[in-house]
């Protein structure tokens, strides 16, 4: 046997693992999945000039990720690829619907169901044990937007889809509504073509409909103005303007991707039992309501939903800001 021939063998192998990996990944509620080879980020100027800028607000754990997230290789030594995933959480509406218009406030979709990485992180945990015994002894570790790993940019390199405008990964089969989970690894898997080409073209709808002007540019985001992070990521207390560009937005916000064309041609509506939409996150969409609620009240009601994240506190502010808007 010839070099040339184990080479080739090792080619076969790695192949015919990926399409067997796939093939389980859908199994396991993924909607779709790819493989990245692990290079050094070619966009990390990018990433760069986006922090120097100051863009990331006081999101400083992206600061401290940074060399990680230009070569993401560093993160699990050894590792060569990425296995990368899709999981759509598009709820076939705009609206919630749980309680009648003017009482309600606007929260974003992905957080009317459970908590996604307490959905797709035991979902990747799955995908892992699969590749090591597709792979035995093979390394893994995962990650769902927790972690240093530039997940956008896996994903577009695993072939699912373009960065759009929005800086949204846009799947032309599904559009955006979707989480990215990420398996790095060290076994050998056949990497897919990165996706060739961006198909906003000039379309710019996104950069118009933004209620509060955070884009700077086409992809570049000024986060310190987007409502997604003065409502979820943001700590204490909202400045005037702040308070004012909150609007009808309770928590996190989805215009930009709402007004998509790809999002209204091709979005459609999940059947993944475990992300149906929760009643205890769409009644709290009144703010009143929860304005009133103590730490204690909210805990019990909302520690296993997203709105954990800012937290009563959090939620309080964001509420108190809605309730200005409307009184204004
Ligand atoms: C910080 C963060 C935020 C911040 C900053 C958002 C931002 N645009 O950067 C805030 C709080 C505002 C936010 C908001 C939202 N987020 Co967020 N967020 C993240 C997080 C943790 C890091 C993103 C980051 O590093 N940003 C810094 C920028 C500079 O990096 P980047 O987004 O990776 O962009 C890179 C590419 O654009 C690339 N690049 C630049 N030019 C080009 C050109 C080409 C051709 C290519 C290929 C690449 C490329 O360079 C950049 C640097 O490497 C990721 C999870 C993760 N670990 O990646 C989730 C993540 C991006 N968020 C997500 C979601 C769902 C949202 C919201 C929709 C939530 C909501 N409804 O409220 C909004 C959307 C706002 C928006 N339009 O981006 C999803 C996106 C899924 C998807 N299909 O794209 C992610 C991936 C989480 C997940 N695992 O599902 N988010
Ligand atoms: S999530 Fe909302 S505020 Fe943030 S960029 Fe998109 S449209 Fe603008
Ligand atoms: S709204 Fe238009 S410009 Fe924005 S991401 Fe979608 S296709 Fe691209």
Redesign the pocket.
Known sequence: MTAKDVEQGRRATASSRSVELKRRALAMGFTAVGVANLEK????A??DR?LAAGY?GT?TY?HRQAPK?RDPARILPGARVAVVT?TNYWHGSTDPGAMPRGSRARI???AWSAD?HAVVGPRLERLAAAIRELAPGAATKC???A???????L??QAGLG??GK?????DPARG?F????VVLTDAALAPDLPFDG?RCGTCRRCLDACPTQAFVAP?E?D?RR????LT??RRGAFTPTERSQVGEWLF???V??DVCPWNEKFATSTRDPELAPQPAVSAAADPAELLALDDTAFTARYGDTPFARPGAAGMRRNAAAVLEHRAE
Do not use: K
Not at 147 to 153: A, C, Y
Not at 166 to 170: E, G, H, T
């Open positions: 980020n070619a966009h990390a990018e990433l986006w990331a999101m992206l997230r899709l974003a979709q992905y996604y990650y769902v937007d972690g240093p790993v530039p997940e956008r940019e994903a577009q373009w960065i929005n800086m949204m990964l846009i955006s979707t989480f990215i989970g961006d992809g985001l986060a987007c409502i997604a992070y979820i990521e996190g916000c989805d930009c991707q």
